[in-house]
């Protein structure tokens, strides 16, 4: 069993700046991968950042450039820099760890304002 915990979220106006925290415990030898999903009411969960444990990383069109993903593999954790955030990316945040298979963090709300 791998468990995360999720940090970082709030309310920014558009243009801010948030960084996301996620801290796995458990089984994390065998994570593979870390990353970050999100999630609005009615649509499905979609990527927005990923890295693999030898630093490769992927990211939402929508997030390039914005973005950046990294991990502290000393700390077990994850973060998200989110800059020039947009009210489109307003949505619930989701950790996840691919160990191999998929664990998900509980969330944390991510709120831009016009």
């Known amino acids: 069993q791998v468990q995360l915990v999720e940090s970082g979220g709030g309310l920014v106006q558009a243009g801010g700046s948030l960084r996301l925290s996620c801290a796995a415990s458990g089984r994390i030898f065998s994570i593979k991968a870390m990353g970050w999903y999100r999630q609005t009411p009615g649509k499905q969960r979609e990527l927005v950042a990923i890295?693999?444990?030898?630093?490769?990383?992927n990211y939402a069109d929508s997030v390039k450039g914005r973005f950046t993903i990294s991990r502290d593999n000393a700390k077990n954790t994850v973060y998200l820099q989110m800059n020039s955030l947009k009210p489109e990316d307003t949505a619930v945040y989701y950790c996840?760890?691919?160990?191999?298979?998929?664990?998900w963090g509980q969330g944390t709300q991510v709120t831009v304002s016009s």
């Open positions: 890295i693999a444990n030898g630093g490769n990383t």
């Open positions: 996840l760890a691919v160990a191999p298979r998929d664990y």
